[in-house]
Protein backbone atom coordinates (compact mmCIF):
# COMPACT_ATOMS: atom_id res chain seq x y z
CA UNK A 1 0.00 0.00 0.00
CA UNK A 2 1.07 3.41 -0.53
CA UNK A 3 2.24 5.49 1.89
CA UNK A 4 -0.57 7.96 1.22
CA UNK A 5 -4.40 7.29 2.25
CA UNK A 6 -7.61 8.95 0.99
CA UNK A 7 -10.17 7.95 3.64
CA UNK A 8 -13.77 9.01 3.68
CA UNK A 9 -13.30 10.52 7.30
CA UNK A 10 -10.48 13.00 6.30
CA UNK A 11 -10.97 15.17 2.88
CA UNK A 12 -7.01 15.69 2.69
CA UNK A 13 -4.59 12.22 1.73
CA UNK A 14 -3.14 10.46 5.34
CA UNK A 15 0.50 10.33 5.56
CA UNK A 16 1.69 6.53 6.73
CA UNK A 17 4.29 7.58 9.73
CA UNK A 18 6.28 5.15 12.23
CA UNK A 19 5.92 5.96 16.22
CA UNK A 20 9.09 5.04 18.34
CA UNK A 21 7.19 6.89 21.18
CA UNK A 22 4.81 4.71 22.89
CA UNK A 23 3.65 7.30 25.31
CA UNK A 24 2.84 9.38 22.53
CA UNK A 25 -0.87 10.94 23.94
CA UNK A 26 -2.70 11.95 21.38
CA UNK A 27 -5.62 9.91 20.49
CA UNK A 28 -6.69 8.17 17.28
CA UNK A 29 -9.35 10.03 15.15
CA UNK A 30 -11.54 6.82 14.73
CA UNK A 31 -11.08 4.29 17.65
CA UNK A 32 -10.04 7.40 20.66
CA UNK A 33 -6.94 5.04 21.95
CA UNK A 34 -3.65 7.20 22.11
CA UNK A 35 -1.72 6.88 18.88
CA UNK A 36 1.45 5.51 20.57
CA UNK A 37 0.24 2.38 21.28
CA UNK A 38 0.32 1.28 17.91
CA UNK A 39 3.96 1.06 15.66
CA UNK A 40 2.90 2.44 13.01
CA UNK A 41 -0.33 5.41 12.01
CA UNK A 42 -1.48 7.92 9.53
CA UNK A 43 -0.95 11.83 10.34
CA UNK A 44 -2.69 14.35 8.51
CA UNK A 45 -0.56 17.69 8.60
CA UNK A 46 -3.18 19.97 7.50
CA UNK A 47 -6.02 18.99 10.13
CA UNK A 48 -3.22 17.65 12.70
CA UNK A 49 -5.58 14.31 12.41
CA UNK A 50 -3.86 10.71 13.93
CA UNK A 51 -5.32 7.87 13.02
CA UNK A 52 -3.83 4.16 13.68
CA UNK A 53 -3.40 1.78 10.95
CA UNK A 54 -5.41 -0.84 11.75
CA UNK A 55 -8.32 1.31 11.93
CA UNK A 56 -7.50 3.11 8.96
CA UNK A 57 -7.73 0.25 6.72
CA UNK A 58 -10.72 -1.36 9.32
CA UNK A 59 -13.19 -3.34 5.88
CA UNK A 60 -16.37 -0.87 5.36
CA UNK A 61 -17.62 -4.45 6.37
CA UNK A 62 -17.20 -7.33 8.39
CA UNK A 63 -18.37 -10.66 9.46
CA UNK A 64 -18.16 -11.01 13.68
CA UNK A 65 -18.33 -13.91 16.48
CA UNK A 66 -20.27 -11.38 18.67
CA UNK A 67 -23.05 -10.97 15.60
CA UNK A 68 -22.94 -14.18 13.59
CA UNK A 69 -26.77 -13.46 12.70
CA UNK A 70 -25.84 -10.27 10.12
CA UNK A 71 -23.37 -8.21 8.87
CA UNK A 72 -22.23 -5.11 10.83
CA UNK A 73 -21.00 -2.30 8.77
CA UNK A 74 -18.72 0.55 9.69
CA UNK A 75 -20.09 3.79 10.81
CA UNK A 76 -18.45 7.02 11.89
CA UNK A 77 -20.61 8.31 15.05
CA UNK A 78 -20.70 7.86 19.32
CA UNK A 79 -23.09 5.31 20.12
CA UNK A 80 -22.64 2.73 23.33
CA UNK A 81 -21.06 -0.31 22.54
CA UNK A 82 -22.59 -3.37 23.09
CA UNK A 83 -20.19 -5.73 24.29
CA UNK A 84 -17.31 -4.08 25.59
CA UNK A 85 -16.78 -2.59 29.18
CA UNK A 86 -14.16 0.01 28.03
CA UNK A 87 -14.11 2.90 25.40
CA UNK A 88 -17.62 2.83 24.93
CA UNK A 89 -17.87 5.85 22.89
CA UNK A 90 -15.32 5.55 20.44
CA UNK A 91 -16.01 7.85 17.19
CA UNK A 92 -16.57 4.81 14.76
CA UNK A 93 -17.87 1.26 15.20
CA UNK A 94 -19.32 -1.36 13.58
CA UNK A 95 -23.27 -1.89 13.82
CA UNK A 96 -26.12 -3.80 12.51
CA UNK A 97 -28.94 -2.01 10.94
CA UNK A 98 -31.35 -4.54 11.30
CA UNK A 99 -31.51 -4.94 15.15
CA UNK A 100 -29.15 -2.20 16.51
CA UNK A 101 -26.23 -4.26 17.89
CA UNK A 102 -23.23 -2.26 17.54
CA UNK A 103 -19.66 -2.94 18.99
CA UNK A 104 -16.90 -0.41 18.80
CA UNK A 105 -14.26 -0.46 16.01
CA UNK A 106 -11.21 -1.02 18.31
CA UNK A 107 -12.58 -4.20 20.17
CA UNK A 108 -14.11 -5.20 16.86
CA UNK A 109 -10.90 -5.32 15.21
CA UNK A 110 -9.25 -6.49 18.54
CA UNK A 111 -11.26 -10.20 18.16
CA UNK A 112 -11.89 -9.98 14.74
CA UNK A 113 -10.51 -13.56 13.72
CA UNK A 114 -9.35 -14.61 10.49
CA UNK A 115 -11.92 -15.10 7.92
CA UNK A 116 -13.62 -18.27 8.01
CA UNK A 117 -12.24 -19.22 11.52
CA UNK A 118 -14.45 -18.14 14.04
CA UNK A 119 -13.73 -19.66 17.38
CA UNK A 120 -15.68 -22.67 18.58
CA UNK A 121 -19.03 -22.31 20.68
CA UNK A 122 -18.90 -23.61 24.40
CA UNK A 123 -20.64 -26.55 24.48
CA UNK A 124 -23.87 -26.94 26.38
CA UNK A 125 -23.11 -29.42 28.99
CA UNK A 126 -20.33 -26.90 29.90
CA UNK A 127 -22.55 -24.52 30.42
CA UNK A 128 -24.77 -26.37 32.54
CA UNK A 129 -21.08 -27.32 34.92
CA UNK A 130 -19.92 -23.35 35.30
CA UNK A 131 -21.73 -20.31 37.65
CA UNK A 132 -23.65 -18.61 34.40
CA UNK A 133 -27.13 -18.76 33.44
CA UNK A 134 -26.58 -17.05 30.06
CA UNK A 135 -24.80 -17.92 26.70
CA UNK A 136 -21.09 -17.54 26.83
CA UNK A 137 -19.50 -16.37 23.48
CA UNK A 138 -15.63 -17.19 22.37
CA UNK A 139 -13.29 -14.70 20.94
CA UNK A 140 -9.49 -14.41 20.84
CA UNK A 141 -8.10 -10.60 21.67
CA UNK A 142 -4.81 -9.61 19.36
CA UNK A 143 -3.75 -7.10 21.83
CA UNK A 144 -4.96 -6.19 25.47
CA UNK A 145 -8.34 -3.94 25.47
CA UNK A 146 -10.48 -5.38 27.94
CA UNK A 147 -9.48 -7.00 32.09
CA UNK A 148 -10.83 -10.20 33.40
CA UNK A 149 -13.20 -10.35 36.03
CA UNK A 150 -11.86 -13.06 37.84
CA UNK A 151 -7.97 -12.31 37.90
CA UNK A 152 -7.88 -8.69 37.01
CA UNK A 153 -5.30 -9.61 34.06
CA UNK A 154 -5.68 -8.20 30.41
CA UNK A 155 -7.14 -10.29 28.21
CA UNK A 156 -4.83 -11.19 25.16
CA UNK A 157 -5.78 -14.66 23.57
CA UNK A 158 -8.19 -16.91 23.67
CA UNK A 159 -11.51 -15.65 26.38
CA UNK A 160 -15.17 -16.04 26.76
CA UNK A 161 -17.73 -12.77 26.76
CA UNK A 162 -21.58 -12.34 27.85
CA UNK A 163 -23.07 -10.14 25.43
CA UNK A 164 -25.86 -9.60 27.41
CA UNK A 165 -26.36 -6.14 28.50
CA UNK A 166 -27.67 -6.97 32.22
CA UNK A 167 -24.48 -9.23 32.02
CA UNK A 168 -21.03 -7.71 30.87
CA UNK A 169 -19.16 -10.76 31.92
CA UNK A 170 -15.06 -10.76 30.18
CA UNK A 171 -13.12 -13.81 31.11
CA UNK A 172 -9.59 -15.15 30.28
CA UNK A 173 -10.47 -18.85 29.05
CA UNK A 174 -8.17 -20.47 31.62
CA UNK A 175 -10.09 -18.84 34.01
CA UNK A 176 -13.42 -20.66 33.16
CA UNK A 177 -12.90 -23.16 35.82
CA UNK A 178 -13.31 -20.34 38.70
CA UNK A 179 -16.99 -19.58 37.48
CA UNK A 180 -19.28 -21.40 40.15
CA UNK A 181 -22.10 -23.55 40.02
CA UNK A 182 -25.53 -22.16 40.50
CA UNK A 183 -26.10 -24.09 43.50
CA UNK A 184 -29.36 -21.51 44.92
CA UNK A 185 -27.62 -20.61 47.89
CA UNK A 186 -26.71 -17.39 47.18
CA UNK A 187 -27.30 -15.86 43.88
CA UNK A 188 -30.85 -15.64 43.81
CA UNK A 189 -30.97 -14.47 47.30
CA UNK A 190 -29.56 -11.32 46.22
CA UNK A 191 -32.36 -8.65 44.32
CA UNK A 192 -30.61 -7.00 41.80
CA UNK A 193 -31.48 -4.92 38.24
CA UNK A 194 -28.40 -6.90 36.64
CA UNK A 195 -27.46 -10.38 36.92
CA UNK A 196 -24.66 -11.69 39.95
CA UNK A 197 -22.45 -14.08 38.71
CA UNK A 198 -20.52 -16.55 41.05
CA UNK A 199 -16.46 -16.45 40.50
CA UNK A 200 -13.63 -17.94 42.83
CA UNK A 201 -10.70 -16.06 43.46
CA UNK A 202 -7.54 -18.21 43.89
CA UNK A 203 -5.52 -15.66 45.64
CA UNK A 204 -6.22 -11.84 47.16
CA UNK A 205 -5.70 -9.69 44.03
CA UNK A 206 -7.06 -5.59 44.05
CA UNK A 207 -10.08 -6.99 44.07
CA UNK A 208 -12.41 -5.72 47.11
CA UNK A 209 -15.96 -6.95 48.83
CA UNK A 210 -18.51 -3.92 48.18
CA UNK A 211 -19.65 -4.66 51.80
CA UNK A 212 -17.09 -5.31 54.19
CA UNK A 213 -14.19 -3.29 51.97
CA UNK A 214 -11.65 -6.35 52.71
CA UNK A 215 -9.78 -8.04 50.05
CA UNK A 216 -11.92 -10.81 48.12
CA UNK A 217 -10.25 -14.39 48.20
CA UNK A 218 -11.96 -18.05 47.46
CA UNK A 219 -15.58 -17.76 46.22
CA UNK A 220 -17.67 -14.59 45.70
CA UNK A 221 -20.03 -13.38 43.48
CA UNK A 222 -19.89 -10.22 41.12
CA UNK A 223 -22.14 -8.04 39.34
CA UNK A 224 -19.71 -6.61 36.06
CA UNK A 225 -21.99 -4.35 34.93
CA UNK A 226 -22.01 -2.41 37.92
CA UNK A 227 -18.77 -3.93 39.21
CA UNK A 228 -19.31 -4.90 42.49
CA UNK A 229 -18.45 -7.76 44.31
CA UNK A 230 -19.33 -9.46 47.75
CA UNK A 231 -17.96 -12.38 49.55
CA UNK A 232 -19.39 -15.57 49.18
CA UNK A 233 -20.26 -15.10 53.07
CA UNK A 234 -20.98 -11.30 53.36
CA UNK A 235 -23.80 -12.61 50.98
CA UNK A 236 -24.93 -15.20 52.45
CA UNK A 237 -27.94 -13.69 54.89
CA UNK A 238 -31.36 -13.79 54.51
CA UNK A 239 -33.22 -12.74 51.53
CA UNK A 240 -35.90 -11.46 53.44
CA UNK A 241 -35.86 -10.03 57.50
CA UNK A 242 -38.85 -9.66 59.59
CA UNK A 243 -37.26 -6.97 61.79
CA UNK A 244 -38.76 -6.44 65.31
CA UNK A 245 -38.00 -2.73 65.19
CA UNK A 246 -40.48 -2.27 62.00
CA UNK A 247 -43.48 -5.08 63.16
CA UNK A 248 -45.70 -6.18 60.17
CA UNK A 249 -42.89 -4.80 57.21
CA UNK A 250 -41.25 -7.36 55.51
CA UNK A 251 -37.54 -6.11 54.03
CA UNK A 252 -35.91 -7.40 50.96
CA UNK A 253 -32.20 -8.07 50.52
CA UNK A 254 -30.96 -6.05 47.73
CA UNK A 255 -28.01 -3.97 46.39
CA UNK A 256 -27.86 -0.13 47.54
CA UNK A 257 -26.85 0.99 44.25
CA UNK A 258 -30.01 0.18 43.52
CA UNK A 259 -30.98 3.24 45.85
CA UNK A 260 -30.27 7.09 46.11
CA UNK A 261 -30.74 6.68 49.62
CA UNK A 262 -29.62 6.56 53.59
CA UNK A 263 -29.87 3.56 55.78
CA UNK A 264 -32.07 4.35 58.36
CA UNK A 265 -30.04 3.53 61.21
CA UNK A 266 -26.38 4.80 60.77
CA UNK A 267 -27.73 7.94 58.27
CA UNK A 268 -24.51 6.97 55.88
CA UNK A 269 -25.05 6.46 52.06
CA UNK A 270 -26.03 3.04 50.60
CA UNK A 271 -23.43 3.02 47.94
CA UNK A 272 -22.38 -0.34 46.59
CA UNK A 273 -22.98 -2.58 50.05
CA UNK A 274 -25.64 -5.08 50.58
CA UNK A 275 -28.94 -3.69 51.82
CA UNK A 276 -32.53 -4.67 53.00
CA UNK A 277 -35.17 -2.49 51.73
CA UNK A 278 -38.98 -2.43 51.81
CA UNK A 279 -39.77 0.41 48.88
CA UNK A 280 -43.49 0.60 50.42
CA UNK A 281 -42.65 2.12 53.98
CA UNK A 282 -38.95 3.62 52.40
CA UNK A 283 -37.07 1.94 54.75
CA UNK A 284 -33.37 1.10 53.81
CA UNK A 285 -30.89 -0.44 55.90
CA UNK A 286 -27.21 -1.77 55.46
CA UNK A 287 -27.13 -5.49 56.26
CA UNK A 288 -25.14 -5.60 58.96
CA UNK A 289 -27.29 -2.63 60.87
CA UNK A 290 -30.24 -4.29 59.84
CA UNK A 291 -28.82 -7.71 61.68
CA UNK A 292 -27.13 -6.06 64.42
CA UNK A 293 -30.40 -4.21 65.61
CA UNK A 294 -32.44 -7.19 65.08
CA UNK A 295 -29.68 -9.38 67.69
CA UNK A 296 -30.11 -6.33 70.40
CA UNK A 297 -33.62 -6.35 70.02
CA UNK A 298 -33.85 -10.32 70.73
CA UNK A 299 -31.63 -9.49 73.44
CA UNK A 300 -34.26 -7.65 75.21
CA UNK A 301 -32.79 -4.17 74.33
CA UNK A 302 -35.46 -1.68 74.18
CA UNK A 303 -36.59 -0.05 70.85
CA UNK A 304 -37.08 3.48 72.02
CA UNK A 305 -36.34 5.18 75.10
CA UNK A 306 -36.99 8.35 76.93
CA UNK A 307 -33.71 10.02 77.37
CA UNK A 308 -33.73 12.33 80.03
CA UNK A 309 -31.49 15.11 78.54
CA UNK A 310 -33.11 15.02 75.41
CA UNK A 311 -36.96 14.48 76.41
CA UNK A 312 -38.71 16.46 73.64
CA UNK A 313 -37.90 13.50 70.85
CA UNK A 314 -38.17 9.95 71.07
CA UNK A 315 -34.98 8.15 70.72
CA UNK A 316 -34.63 4.84 68.52
CA UNK A 317 -32.48 1.82 69.22
CA UNK A 318 -29.30 2.20 65.63
CA UNK A 319 -26.23 0.30 65.11
CA UNK A 320 -23.34 2.97 64.10
CA UNK A 321 -19.72 2.50 63.19
CA UNK A 322 -18.35 5.27 61.73
CA UNK A 323 -15.72 7.09 63.19
CA UNK A 324 -17.40 10.50 63.08
CA UNK A 325 -20.35 9.24 65.21
CA UNK A 326 -19.83 10.90 68.26
CA UNK A 327 -22.35 11.08 71.97
CA UNK A 328 -24.25 14.53 72.56
CA UNK A 329 -23.29 13.29 75.97
CA UNK A 330 -20.17 12.69 76.54
CA UNK A 331 -18.65 13.59 73.00
CA UNK A 332 -16.96 10.06 72.66
CA UNK A 333 -17.89 7.52 69.51
CA UNK A 334 -20.50 5.86 69.31
CA UNK A 335 -19.75 2.06 68.62
CA UNK A 336 -22.21 -0.44 68.02
CA UNK A 337 -25.94 -0.15 69.85
CA UNK A 338 -27.17 3.38 70.13
CA UNK A 339 -30.01 5.59 70.59
CA UNK A 340 -30.58 8.53 67.66
CA UNK A 341 -33.27 10.94 67.92
CA UNK A 342 -36.54 9.72 65.94
CA UNK A 343 -37.21 13.38 64.29
CA UNK A 344 -35.42 13.64 61.13
CA UNK A 345 -33.98 17.03 61.41
CA UNK A 346 -32.66 16.47 64.53
CA UNK A 347 -28.77 14.63 64.88
CA UNK A 348 -28.94 13.63 68.40
CA UNK A 349 -27.29 10.46 68.96
CA UNK A 350 -26.73 8.50 72.55
CA UNK A 351 -24.58 5.75 74.02
CA UNK A 352 -27.19 3.43 75.45
CA UNK A 353 -25.59 4.50 79.06
CA UNK A 354 -25.82 8.11 78.31
CA UNK A 355 -29.54 7.91 77.11
CA UNK A 356 -30.29 6.37 80.45
CA UNK A 357 -27.87 9.30 82.32
CA UNK A 358 -30.08 10.52 85.79
CA UNK A 359 -30.32 14.16 86.23
CA UNK A 360 -29.19 13.70 90.15
CA UNK A 361 -27.00 10.92 91.52
CA UNK A 362 -27.48 10.06 94.82
CA UNK A 363 -24.25 7.80 97.04
CA UNK A 364 -22.44 7.35 93.92
CA UNK A 365 -19.65 5.08 94.47
CA UNK A 366 -16.91 7.73 93.50
CA UNK A 367 -18.25 10.44 95.83
CA UNK A 368 -20.69 8.99 97.88
CA UNK A 369 -21.43 11.77 100.68
CA UNK A 370 -22.83 13.99 98.41
CA UNK A 371 -25.19 14.12 95.58
CA UNK A 372 -24.06 15.17 92.27
CA UNK A 373 -26.13 16.94 90.06
CA UNK A 374 -25.58 16.78 85.89
CA UNK A 375 -24.87 20.13 84.08
CA UNK A 376 -24.11 21.22 80.59
CA UNK A 377 -20.40 21.81 80.66
CA UNK A 378 -19.01 25.28 78.93
CA UNK A 379 -15.31 24.38 77.32
CA UNK A 380 -14.45 27.71 78.71
CA UNK A 381 -14.42 26.51 82.13
CA UNK A 382 -11.16 24.58 83.27
CA UNK A 383 -12.84 22.22 85.30
CA UNK A 384 -10.85 18.91 85.69
CA UNK A 385 -12.64 15.50 86.33
CA UNK A 386 -12.24 14.49 90.07
CA UNK A 387 -11.70 10.90 88.70
CA UNK A 388 -9.46 10.52 86.07
CA UNK A 389 -7.81 14.12 86.45
CA UNK A 390 -8.04 15.00 82.63
CA UNK A 391 -10.02 18.40 81.75
CA UNK A 392 -13.84 18.14 81.71
CA UNK A 393 -14.01 18.11 77.24
CA UNK A 394 -17.36 16.68 76.94
CA UNK A 395 -20.59 18.48 76.61
CA UNK A 396 -22.37 17.17 80.09
CA UNK A 397 -20.60 16.79 83.43
CA UNK A 398 -21.25 15.98 87.46
CA UNK A 399 -20.91 18.37 90.26
CA UNK A 400 -20.87 18.03 93.68
CA UNK A 401 -22.83 22.03 94.68
CA UNK A 402 -21.23 21.05 98.41
CA UNK A 403 -16.79 20.54 97.46
CA UNK A 404 -15.45 20.90 94.34
CA UNK A 405 -15.72 17.53 93.12
CA UNK A 406 -16.80 16.93 89.57
CA UNK A 407 -17.11 13.84 87.19
CA UNK A 408 -16.90 13.95 83.46
CA UNK A 409 -19.37 11.58 81.99
CA UNK A 410 -17.06 8.72 81.02
CA UNK A 411 -16.13 8.41 84.70
CA UNK A 412 -19.26 7.84 86.45
CA UNK A 413 -19.57 4.86 84.38
CA UNK A 414 -16.35 3.49 85.94
CA UNK A 415 -17.58 0.83 88.09
CA UNK A 416 -15.25 -0.11 91.37
CA UNK A 417 -15.01 -4.02 90.57
CA UNK A 418 -11.46 -5.16 92.03
CA UNK A 419 -10.64 -5.88 95.85
CA UNK A 420 -7.18 -5.43 96.69
CA UNK A 421 -5.36 -6.38 100.26
CA UNK A 422 -3.76 -2.57 100.49
CA UNK A 423 -7.15 -0.38 100.50
CA UNK A 424 -10.48 -1.18 102.20
CA UNK A 425 -12.82 -0.39 99.06
CA UNK A 426 -13.17 -1.25 95.97
CA UNK A 427 -11.29 -0.34 92.74
CA UNK A 428 -12.08 0.72 89.56
CA UNK A 429 -10.14 0.65 86.21
CA UNK A 430 -9.38 3.83 84.69
CA UNK A 431 -7.04 2.86 81.96
CA UNK A 432 -3.57 4.39 81.18
CA UNK A 433 -4.28 8.27 82.06
CA UNK A 434 -0.49 10.05 82.11
CA UNK A 435 -2.68 12.12 85.21
CA UNK A 436 -2.81 9.14 87.72
CA UNK A 437 0.36 8.31 90.02
CA UNK A 438 0.79 4.65 91.17
CA UNK A 439 0.70 4.67 95.32
CA UNK A 440 3.45 1.98 94.98
CA UNK A 441 6.21 2.73 92.44
CA UNK A 442 5.17 6.29 92.00
CA UNK A 443 5.00 6.53 87.93
CA UNK A 444 2.44 8.05 85.92
CA UNK A 445 0.77 6.29 83.01
CA UNK A 446 2.42 3.17 80.87
CA UNK A 447 -0.09 0.50 82.49
CA UNK A 448 -3.37 0.19 83.51
CA UNK A 449 -4.35 1.86 86.75
CA UNK A 450 -6.72 0.96 89.24
CA UNK A 451 -8.13 3.83 91.41
CA UNK A 452 -10.26 4.23 94.84
CA UNK A 453 -11.51 8.23 93.65
CA UNK A 454 -12.55 8.97 97.57
CA UNK A 455 -9.60 7.74 98.86
CA UNK A 456 -7.65 9.02 95.92
CA UNK A 457 -6.03 5.48 96.12
CA UNK A 458 -4.39 4.89 92.56
CA UNK A 459 -2.27 1.35 91.77
CA UNK A 460 -0.81 -0.18 88.73
CA UNK A 461 -1.90 -3.54 87.58
CA UNK A 462 1.80 -4.82 87.62
CA UNK A 463 1.85 -3.29 91.01
CA UNK A 464 -1.09 -5.09 92.30
CA UNK A 465 0.82 -8.37 91.48
CA UNK A 466 3.55 -7.74 93.68
CA UNK A 467 3.60 -10.01 96.83
CA UNK A 468 1.63 -9.04 100.03
CA UNK A 469 5.14 -10.26 102.15
CA UNK A 470 8.66 -11.05 100.31
CA UNK A 471 11.88 -12.17 102.21
CA UNK A 472 15.38 -11.07 101.21
CA UNK A 473 17.97 -13.86 102.47
CA UNK A 474 20.82 -11.91 101.88
CA UNK A 475 19.39 -8.42 104.23
CA UNK A 476 16.87 -9.66 106.99
CA UNK A 477 15.71 -12.63 108.64
CA UNK A 478 12.03 -11.96 108.60
CA UNK A 479 9.35 -11.88 106.12
CA UNK A 480 7.99 -8.27 105.08
CA UNK A 481 4.64 -7.37 104.10
CA UNK A 482 4.05 -4.66 101.78
CA UNK A 483 2.41 -1.13 103.10
CA UNK A 484 1.09 1.50 101.06
CA UNK A 485 3.46 4.23 102.87
CA UNK A 486 4.92 4.38 106.37
CA UNK A 487 6.39 7.45 108.33
CA UNK A 488 8.41 7.40 111.49
CA UNK A 489 6.81 9.54 114.18
CA UNK A 490 9.80 11.69 114.21
CA UNK A 491 9.08 12.58 110.54
CA UNK A 492 12.50 10.16 109.11
CA UNK A 493 12.17 8.32 105.79
CA UNK A 494 14.89 6.10 105.43
CA UNK A 495 15.37 2.83 103.29
CA UNK A 496 16.86 0.42 105.89
CA UNK A 497 18.75 -1.84 103.29
CA UNK A 498 20.63 0.65 101.10
CA UNK A 499 20.29 4.23 103.86
CA UNK A 500 19.05 6.34 101.17
CA UNK A 501 15.69 8.93 101.89
CA UNK A 502 12.65 7.65 100.68
CA UNK A 503 9.49 9.13 99.18
CA UNK A 504 7.19 9.21 101.91
CA UNK A 505 3.98 8.78 99.84
CA UNK A 506 5.10 5.46 97.67
CA UNK A 507 4.51 1.88 99.14
CA UNK A 508 6.98 -0.10 101.11
CA UNK A 509 8.09 -3.53 102.77
CA UNK A 510 7.64 -3.72 106.66
CA UNK A 511 8.46 -5.81 109.20
CA UNK A 512 6.23 -6.86 111.84
CA UNK A 513 7.88 -8.92 113.40
CA UNK A 514 11.27 -6.65 114.76
CA UNK A 515 10.54 -5.71 118.39
CA UNK A 516 12.41 -2.50 117.80
CA UNK A 517 11.05 1.12 119.07
CA UNK A 518 10.86 2.15 114.97
CA UNK A 519 9.74 -0.14 112.06
CA UNK A 520 12.37 -2.12 110.00
CA UNK A 521 11.12 0.04 106.71
CA UNK A 522 12.80 -0.78 103.29
CA UNK A 523 12.08 0.51 99.75
CA UNK A 524 10.36 -1.84 97.31
CA UNK A 525 13.42 -2.11 94.87
CA UNK A 526 15.46 -3.26 98.03
CA UNK A 527 13.30 -5.31 99.49
CA UNK A 528 11.95 -6.74 96.10
CA UNK A 529 14.96 -6.40 93.58
CA UNK A 530 13.06 -8.63 91.04
CA UNK A 531 10.79 -6.00 90.18
CA UNK A 532 13.32 -4.09 89.54
CA UNK A 533 14.88 -6.05 87.15
CA UNK A 534 11.52 -6.33 85.62
CA UNK A 535 10.77 -3.71 84.93
CA UNK A 536 14.05 -2.77 83.45
CA UNK A 537 13.60 -5.51 81.13
CA UNK A 538 10.15 -4.79 80.34
CA UNK A 539 11.80 -1.00 79.50
CA UNK A 540 14.69 -2.06 77.20
CA UNK A 541 11.81 -4.37 75.46
CA UNK A 542 9.82 -1.15 75.25
CA UNK A 543 12.36 0.70 73.93
CA UNK A 544 13.45 -2.04 71.22
CA UNK A 545 10.09 -1.93 69.87
CA UNK A 546 10.12 1.87 69.36
CA UNK A 547 13.19 1.52 67.92
CA UNK A 548 11.78 -0.86 65.90
CA UNK A 549 9.21 1.03 64.91
CA UNK A 550 11.21 4.12 64.06
CA UNK A 551 13.41 2.07 61.98
CA UNK A 552 10.07 0.59 60.12
CA UNK A 553 9.12 4.54 59.62
CA UNK A 554 12.72 5.48 58.38
CA UNK A 555 11.91 2.73 55.38
CA UNK A 556 8.45 3.79 54.98
CA UNK A 557 9.77 7.14 54.48
CA UNK A 558 12.60 6.38 52.30
CA UNK A 559 10.04 4.51 49.79
CA UNK A 560 7.59 7.30 50.01
CA UNK A 561 10.50 9.58 48.68
CA UNK A 562 11.61 7.13 45.98
CA UNK A 563 7.78 7.63 44.66
CA UNK A 564 7.57 11.60 44.97
CA UNK A 565 11.09 11.62 43.14
CA UNK A 566 9.77 9.20 40.64
CA UNK A 567 6.45 10.99 39.88
CA UNK A 568 8.62 14.27 39.67
CA UNK A 569 10.51 13.03 37.20
CA UNK A 570 7.43 11.73 35.51
CA UNK A 571 6.11 14.96 35.40
CA UNK A 572 9.25 16.32 34.24
CA UNK A 573 9.00 14.18 31.39
CA UNK A 574 5.49 15.03 30.74
CA UNK A 575 6.20 18.77 30.81
CA UNK A 576 8.78 18.50 28.30
CA UNK A 577 6.72 16.23 26.05
CA UNK A 578 4.39 19.06 26.32
CA UNK A 579 6.87 21.28 25.22
CA UNK A 580 7.75 19.42 22.49
CA UNK A 581 3.94 19.15 21.27
CA UNK A 582 3.75 22.86 21.96
CA UNK A 583 6.64 23.38 19.03
CA UNK A 584 5.14 20.58 16.80
CA UNK A 585 1.75 22.84 16.84
CA UNK A 586 2.91 26.23 16.61
CA UNK A 587 5.33 24.60 13.44
CA UNK A 588 2.23 22.87 11.80
CA UNK A 589 0.13 26.37 12.21
CA UNK A 590 3.14 28.22 10.84
CA UNK A 591 3.42 25.79 7.82
CA UNK A 592 -0.32 26.07 7.43
CA UNK A 593 -0.45 29.61 7.19
CA UNK A 594 2.15 29.18 4.71
CA UNK A 595 0.41 26.77 2.67
CA UNK A 596 -3.25 28.88 2.64
CA UNK A 597 -1.15 31.76 1.89
CA UNK A 598 0.45 30.42 -1.17
CA UNK A 599 -3.03 28.96 -2.03
CA UNK A 600 -4.41 32.57 -2.03
Known amino acids: MDSLLHHPVHDAPLELCDWTEASYPRPCDLCHRPIGQAPQAYHCNFYQSYIHKTCAEAPLAIRHPFHPQHPLVLIHRSRPCSSSNAQRNAASSYGCHECGFEVNLDWALCTLPAKGLFPAQLPEESLGRIGHIHPLTPFNAKWEHEYCLVCDGSIVGNGYICLLSECDLIIHAACLKYLRYRDGTVLPLVKHRHQFVALHRYKSGHTVCNNCELDISGDYIACPVCDVFYHRDCANVPRTLA ?23 CCSRLRDCLVYVNEENQLYLHTDCALRTQEYCEKGERLEIKANLHEHHQMLLCHRTADHDTCNVCKDNVRGLGYRCAEPDCSWLLHKSCAELKLILEGHHHHPKHQLT ?35 IQCTHRTPTIKHYLHQHNLADFGTFATLSCIICGTNGGSTIFRCVQCNFSIHLKCMELPRKVKNEGKHLHEMTLWESHVEEDGECVCFFCEKERD ?21 WCAYPQLKESMEKARAAAIANVDVEIKDLEGKRLVKEK ?9 MAQEEQLKALEEDLKATRNERETLMSRAL
Open 243 to 265: HLMYPGTLLTLSVGSDYDMECVS
Open 504 to 524: RDLGVYVCELCNMSYKLVADI
Open 374 to 408: IFQHDSNLQYRCSGCRERITGFYRYSCAQCPFHLD
Open 563 to 571: DVNRVKQQL
